[in-house]
């Protein structure tokens, strides 16, 4: 019962704030909209007994990733007061309706029951930290590596985008 | 009692949202944070299958996915900070070098 | 815990007055004691300015995302162990979640938003250009702290606050001793990130007019004074549980010192934290402060670095012995 409880308020919430960082004409507030949602989301993997994704939601995607917009949002703002940067909404049909398609397509599958009826317990120990490392280290081992290179050469791009002169 | 099928609805929404967001938005960096959206839909997703089904490869899966976000949202962002330097807009509209 | 921040600021008034040989504030009451009163008592008063041009729910929300971080972070962190009080089995601690080292890194992370909205909402040059320089100070240095408490998770082995105090026990020798490079590394990171002296380039006052809360007045200035100085007494606790051993006596193995178990955990705690609280104060009023960068040459030249290689030593010497 209070797992329900959790479950559709953070729900409800996560859903709300995503709305509106979509649709709030000023960037930064969308930006911290979306870190408040990033940190619901930490809540809800936290509910769900994950506590080692949560936490690394937390550090990566709230902390780090909507810093990183919230830095640009400033620097963007700094030379244009925010007021000057129209958005005629000239796309809004299309997308509202191609988005609902996209809805309906989703309900439709998850709807009518193409996934197999889940197997009783085994979810006790899954997100604990052990389980996962043993996981990522043995059968995922190779995209870890892969992962690692991405990351290296993400930095080592972004430093030179970045860079005023080579 | 909060079933798969709660998560799966869940993240279908979001997913809708950032969706609607990608498309009807033209400020750059608002297509950007929608796109992060999807992305954690998709974790969503992927944390409410491992949580049910006991396997451990979804939450393995959904840290190669936020690795793989800020990839994505660095470079994406030091993209959009050399353009706005060369053209001074972040209206996607206006952004059209490429247009014959 | 926010009563001890308050006179935390009476402590560091002192002290560093005491090294500078003069006597602090000495009017309220005996030797001064109750100037953190008369403080509170001013800093409410005080009226509250709003710039003109501000962004009113920014800067109003700014000291509270800055504040709040420091203060949660108390919920993992252990006074004790469980002890029985009146026959009753009381924890000294709030919770202990499995993942809690990596928990506290991560919400130390949130308060970066503080100082970053706090400057850009201020609307004004100064706080703007202090803010920027602080939270650049802030993310390199949480880097260089990361790899040294992940060198901590690899000798423990665990990443729970109780367990790493339990590992301690286990060996017999605090982890001072079995790791200063770390410790060091844990040290200067975390003057570096509760923007302490030597390292307090963001908020000294002949460099930036008083740093990314210029414009913060009466309350909202109390909230920003009291987030650094818990971020300081944080620091200092998990700098306890991790090197010091957390509730432990001095050597708890041996047993020919056990006339010390008389003494509580929490007050060996209270000491240990004591301990690095002082240390945090003796060095600001004993160390020049570091220009811009210099210290950022020192975080990602210097720190990281070593912090990597200490996590690859820590990990060969784990397995192979």
């Known amino acids: 019962m209070a797992e329900a409880i959790i479950f559709y308020t953070l729900a409800a919430l996560i859903l709300a704030f995503a709305v509106m960082v979509v649709t709030v004409r000023n960037t930064l507030y969308s930006a911290l909209l979306l870190a408040a949602d990033f940190l619901l989301v930490a809540l809800l993997y936290a509910s769900m007994n994950n506590l080692l994704l949560a936490v690394i939601q937390v550090m990566v995607y709230a902390a780090g990733i909507v810093l990183v917009y919230v830095f640009v949002v400033i620097l963007v703002n700094l030379k244009r007061p925010p007021e000057q940067q129209p958005d005629r909404g000239r796309y809004r049909p299309i997308g509202t309706i191609l988005a609902a398609a996209v809805l309906g397509e989703l309900i439709l599958i998850t709807a009518t029951g193409a996934l197999r009826p889940a197997p009783a317990g085994g979810a006790e120990a899954v997100g604990s930290v052990e389980n996962i490392a043993m996981e990522l280290f043995t059968n995922y081992l190779i995209p870890f590596e892969v992962a690692s290179m991405l990351l290296l050469v993400a930095m080592v791009g972004a430093i030179v985008l970045a860079k005023k002169e080579l | 009692m909060i079933t798969q099928t709660h998560y799966l609805l869940l993240s279908a929404a979001l997913f809708m949202i950032g969706v ?60 959009i900070v050399a353009f706005y330097r060369n053209k001074e807009t972040i209206n996607i509209d206006e952004m059209n070098l490429m247009k014959w | 815990m926010l009563v001890a921040v308050t006179f935390m600021v009476l402590l560091e008034r002192k002290v560093i007055a005491w090294v500078q040989v003069r006597l602090g504030p000495m009017r309220v009451g005996p030797y001064g004691v109750l100037q953190p009163i008369a403080d509170v008592v001013k800093l409410m008063t005080k009226e509250d300015i709003t710039p003109v041009r501000a962004d009113k729910i920014v800067f109003t929300a700014a000291p509270m995302i800055a504040l709040i971080p420091a203060l949660i972070v108390f919920a993992v962190i252990p006074f004790g162990p469980v002890v029985s009080i009146f026959g009753r089995e009381v924890a000294l601690y709030i ?183 002082y240390i945090f104060l003796w060095v600001r009023a004993t160390l020049p402060r570091y220009r811009y960068d210099q210290l950022m040459r020192l975080g990602w030249k210097v720190l990281i670095p070593l912090a990597i290689a200490n996590v690859i030593i820590t990990a060969t010497v784990k397995v192979l012995v």
């Open chain 3, 95 to 277: 919770t202990d979640i499995n993942v809690g080292l990596l928990y506290i890194v991560s919400v130390a992370s949130i308060g970066v938003y503080g100082i970053i909205l706090a400057g850009w909402a201020s609307n004004s040059k100064y706080p703007l250009l202090a803010s920027l320089r602080a939270s650049a100070q802030l993310i390199s240095y949480e880097v260089a702290v990361t790899m040294t408490l992940v060198s901590m998770i690899v000798s423990a082995g665990t990443m729970s606050m109780i367990g790493i105090v339990n590992a301690q026990y286990q060996q017999g020798v605090w982890y001072l001793f079995a790791q200063p490079v770390a410790f060091f590394i844990y040290f200067v990171g975390g003057l570096a990130e509760t923007n302490r002296a030597p390292f307090d380039l963001p908020e000294a006052e002949q460099e930036l007019t008083g740093g990314f809360h210029t414009e913060y007045s009466g309350m909202r200035f109390a909230l920003f004074f009291l987030a650094e100085y818990a971020n300081m007494i944080v620091v200092s606790s998990v700098a306890t549980t991790l090197f010091l051993g957390g509730w432990l006596r001095p050597f708890p193995n041996i047993e020919a010192l056990s006339f010390l178990g008389i003494i509580p955990g929490w007050i060996w705690f209270l000491l240990k934290t004591f301990i690095w609280l």
């Open chain 2, 20 to 79: 609607f967001g990608v498309l009807s938005r033209r400020n750059v960096i608002v297509i950007f944070l929608s796109i992060e959206l999807i992305l954690n839909a998709v974790n969503i997703n992927l944390i409410g299958f491992a949580e049910y089904w006991g396997n451990s490869s979804g939450q393995v899966f959904a840290i190669f996915v936020i690795a793989v976000a800020v990839a994505e949202a660095v470079i994406g962002l030091g993209i």
